[in-house]
């Protein structure tokens, strides 16, 4: 019978990284003779949690043995020698034997889609017949048993995971931003947001002083390899591991009507444009969608980058699918856009005064409702004589999306086939 260990809540704003005791654990598991089954897990969880550090990541594996006792005393081990506990880290680790059950899918999706209390954590663990070992209060349980029950079934992809030598954590990494670009174009059918073309930035080498060197993302391990190898490297590294994961997959989502969104969740609106955007201080811009039964503030900020563009060319009456994270800020919920679908647009016109019939020159209007004169020859017409112009829209149907900056890593890419 297996054993699944799952850990969550390692890290701190100053540093740690739940990837890295995992590639630590799973080596010395191996070292005694305990293989992985499988690639190990890094599942990331609902990334509107008010209370993360960093991606909101818990990882997961599923060990070829039957001795839980030696399971349990080494991964308290590497905890607590790799743990950021001193900076308030409140790790979870939790040991279950056999298969997840279906009750543990089923928190798997509400930690992803929404907050989950500890208590819960700790009802679950006990309905399930799981071992808990905690720290603090025991924030990272939540995310321990959700590794241990994702429900990978609508998709998967697979990070590779370099991880530094300690000497040089906290330093600039030095990984030759060329032989990004060269990777990039040789993989980019197999690996996604590696670069963003449109700002520049290097998406596989993070900024924070955490273990991780870099980590290359795609949905195929083999092409990862390769990929990895691929890359001008100028520093030693520990570890490279591969990882099974629900990132990029849109697990997170769920479709809503306006009237049930609430703080946090990350939802799918259908709705009509129903003010028009406007671009405020700072380059963030916002409009309002309106389903039927209520209105909802959607915003496209600064960091979305040319997506702004897009967002500018939307008129009222357009029909429109959005996604993204629900927030509750001062103007009310608010819905910060990752994705955007133009379903049906709206006939975008204005209305002039009509040329003169007699003279062909541009009349003028005689006030609201009374009709329109040519400066010309004198001739009058009545108000329904306006001219209406119909003013061709650039803005195409279909869907679009915001940078690889911007984007989340439970975000799927438009052009990502899993």
């Known amino acids: 019978m297996a054993i699944w260990v ?129 720290y603090g209060d025991g924030k990272g349980l939540v995310g321990a048993l959700a590794a241990i029950g994702a429900d990978l079934s609508p998709g998967k992809t697979y990070e590779l995971i370099a991880h530094r030598a300690r000497e040089y954590w906290g330093m ?52 990862l390899k390769k990929a990895f190898e691929m890359l001008r490297i100028g520093e030693p590294v520990e570890y490279v591991t591969i990882f099974e994961t629900n990132q990029a997959t849109d697990v997170h989502y769920q479709r809503c009507r306006i009237r049930d969104l609430r703080d946090c969740l990350n939802a799918i609106v259908e709705g009509t444009v129903s003010e028009a955007p406007r671009r405020e201080i700072g380059g963030h811009v916002f409009f309002r969608i309106n389903d039927g039964e209520g209105e909802l503030t959607c915003a496209a900020y600064e960091p979305t980058k040319s997506f702004r563009d897009i967002i500018m060319q939307l008129t009222p009456g357009d029909e429109v699918t959005v996604y993204g994270a629900v927030k509750l800020k001062p103007q009310g919920l ?20 009509p040329l003169c019939p007699d003279c062909g020159k541009r009349m003028k209007s005689l006030g609201s409702g009374k009709g329109y004169k040519c400066r010309k020859c004198g001739k009058r017409v009545g ?22 900056a911007a984007r989340r890593h439970l975000v799927k890419p438009l052009d990502l086939s899993l």
């Open 383 to 404: 108000k329904e004589a306006v001219d209406v112009v119909e003013v061709p829209r650039e803005l195409q149907i279909g869907f679009y999306e915001v940078t690889p």
């Open 6 to 134: 799952g850990v969550d809540d390692t890290d701190s704003r100053k540093g740690g990284c739940t990837t890295y005791v995992a590639a630590v654990l799973l080596r010395r598991l191996g070292n005694v003779g305990v293989e992985v089954m499988g690639y190990p897990r890094l599942i990331r969880l609902n990334p509107n949690c008010p209370y993360k550090t960093r991606g909101n990541a818990a990882v997961a594996l599923k060990l070829d043995t039957s001795d839980l006792d030696l399971v349990k005393r080494l991964t308290i081990k590497v905890v607590e020698e790799y743990s950021e506990l001193d900076e308030g880290a409140e790790t979870g680790i939790i040991l279950l034997r056999g298969e997840p059950p279906q009750k543990l899918r089923e928190f798997y999706w509400k930690a992803v889609r929404e907050i989950v209390p500890i208590e819960e954590a700790f009802v679950i663990a006990e309905d399930i017949g799981a071992e808990v070992v905690y």
């Open 172 to 223: 600039v990494r030095r990984v030759d931003p060329a032989s990004i670009y060269e990777m990039d174009e040789a993989t980019r059918e197999y690996t996604f947001d590696n670069v963003d073309y449109e700002t520049g930035d290097i998406k596989i080498t993070p900024h924070t002083p955490c273990p991780v060197l870099l980590g290359v993302r795609g949905i195929d391990p083999g092409v």
């Open 334 to 353: 608010t819905l910060n856009l990752e994705k955007i679908q133009v379903r049906k647009l709206a006939r975008k016109v204005f209305s002039r005064p």
